[in-house]
């Protein structure tokens, strides 16, 4: 007897979960109102998830299951961006939830949350199926695992998957350390390190832009790049979390993860097949790859920022070192500008300039591929751009692909100017995209983890950010270096310009 | 009424509306097209109906579409309107464009049809043909038109005769030509709850006793339940389970049952309420009838071979004629 389904038509079928109950940890915080319960009543909206399915919250804070529901529902009123709260469904998925309060330190904490399990599973037909979401400050990932696994809830009759968010460690030895902590009650194969932005459709974009077209890809080489610009920009401050931030940084919260894995995803080999093993394969192959600076190089190919106050729109804003929580005299960096390079054949030699931070012009995350110019110009060219060719993949806000070229300009004479082609994510596909938690979820529930970080990825990404971090925490930099609204400190632009670049303006 | 029609004053006309488009406002207009869609409606198919079926596509499968309207008659006639659909998405102030080109054609003018549409298809993008006349299908133009689709989209069940449909499509599909049947597409969200069904493992492994498919349909609904038992008995014989097809007439919509040994998976519709029995135990959930909106947004989805179908049809056309010749 095969074990698939004979029945099922992956053309036409949507993607279904199987039955599970979910269990968040931190289930009061922000992330668990923003995202999750939206991203959740989305899929339960769209006929995604199995009837058998439930969600038991858990956090300090005391509540009935009712309460609970209550929040949720005005979570869901607030912040579900595209849908509207339609009854009938909330009063089903409503049914679902439920509610346990207390502390991840107390073991009666978890003895409680498996007799829920246990009811839950009786009574809303889970299937003994269980995704534990630790939504909490990482410092309490490796106690909620170990209390999981002491309170015999990290096996059961069904399978364990347990999600945890940024930051995996705050450098290679913690980040390891924790993944140890983790292995003690769950295997690598249960562990679903979210990274948001792999769940944007333009961040999976990129795969089917490559991999599914073959046009671009016998020009993604160094024979024809010159070099690549990845910008993560946010236009806003640290609102209201500067004491985190303070913590951690542009680089850690960041450039470490999301936009290494943006780099990744541009950079890497075609998998021999879209299973998660293979991507994943070629992505952990990529980052390590790139090649660690050694400790007197990276002043010269890395620049920290912080910003400082400035008028923007009429409206004074504080610098970093004036935001509440924050210590006035602060090092610690809101932007960060790397060059790197990849030691492979493929990309040797051609430098990748990643940069991201707060308060910069304009909120934008892109990836600028620069091609090499034609070998000689042959015309005259209206703005001085020297044959430029720009492949750029735009993320967020208006997601799409932008191709730019030269153009004759209309009338007499062979005078060229740059003309762009674009791609409008959203106006080519008119239906709605999934948030990046609906599909992060959805792969998460059933058992999907190509668009997940494996271990070896962790590490791979703080071997190229921790030498950078223990340079930049040794030196006294003299910050504020860059006004809030610009486009960053003009050490930045120096480091493009050593090697004869310049950055974009998004 | 015209007798002559001339597609590149056609396309002239289109280019000059773009410029036209392109002067209202500061944001200009973006032109959108994915496929050329043309739709062949007879002139008593309810216009604004269809309309508003072929606006509501636009955002989410934008294209160049072709509305033929088919008059009856010997008078030779051919006639031309363009226009543009145009809308803007939430929160952004460019307006998207698609153009729409209306023919109006009479009987005596149908062999003139394929010159005035080809050099009006969208170059290097596929063709949907979507006809709506069961009449048209009859006649010997037909086939020159379907020639120029990539794919071809007809509703066996507004054909006379089921069976005779299902027979036809077949044989287009044996020809070469990518076809759909909005009577196959209806049933997609039934057989998405009979697949459900057997996610449970359970159930999944218990299909093994089964040994009759029993579907019953209602009056136009005969070649959906040809469908739906050629799908469940392949889907069967892929797990290794020869189960016997039973077809016939009843009341009521359409009902499948899966059944053998102490096993028993049915699906039977219930005004707009879909109820699923496995067992004693039986479940409900909401399931209208869906609209030609819903039918074509999913085949104008699929673009390439859809290989579960193509078995599908050969296996309901194998049934249907050995049901008739018994």
Redesign the interface.
Known sequence: ???D?????P????R?A?ECAVVIFGANGDLTKRKLIPALYRLAYDRRL??GFAVIGTSRTPMSDDQFREKMREAVEKFSEDTKLDEEVWGAFARGLFYIAGDVKDPAMYKALGEKLAQVEKERHTGGNVLFYLSTQPSQYATISAGIGAAGIGKGSGWRRLVVEKPFGHDMASARELSDQLHQVFDESEVYRIDHYLGKETVQNILAFRFGNGIFEPLWNRRYVDHVQITGAESIGVEGRGAYYQEVGALDDMIQNHLLQVMATVAMEPSASFRATSVRDERSKLLRSIRPWKPEEILQNTVPGQYGPARIGGEDVPAFRQEPGVDPATQRDTYAALTLFCDNWRWAGVPFYIRTGKRLAKRVTEIAIQFKSAPLHLFNQDGGEGGLNLLILRIQPEEGISLKFLSKRPGSGMTLRPVSMDF?Y??????RSPSAYETLLLDAIIGDPTLYTRQDMVEASWAVVEPIQNVWRSVKFDFPNYASGSWGPAAADEMLARRGHEWRRP | MSTTVAPDKILKELAGLWVEEGKQGPSGV?R?C?MTLVVIAEENDDAAALGETVAAL?????ARTILVRLRAGHERALSERVYQQCWK?FG?R?Q?CCEQIELTASDAALGDLPSVLLPLIVADLPVILWCRSARLTEMPEFLEVAGLATKLVLDSASFGSATAAIRRIASSQQRGSGTADLAWTRL?RW??M???V??NRVY??R??EVSTIQVTWGDGFESAGWYLAAW?QN??A???VNAKSSVVHGSGTICIELSGGSFRAGLRREDDRLVVTVDELS?CTHLPQPTDYLLMR?ELG?QRR?P?FERTLSTAARLAVSSASE
């Open positions: 007897m095969p074990n389904n004979p029945f099922q038509d053309l036409r079928f949507e279904q199987p199995a009837a409008n959203g106006t080519s596909f008119g239906e | 973006l959108a994915t636009m955002p989410e499968h934008p998405p952004q460019q998207i997609s057989r998405e009979l697949a459900r057997f996610e999944l492994s299909l093994h469940a889907a069967l892929d797990a290794g479940n999913e699929i859809d579960i």
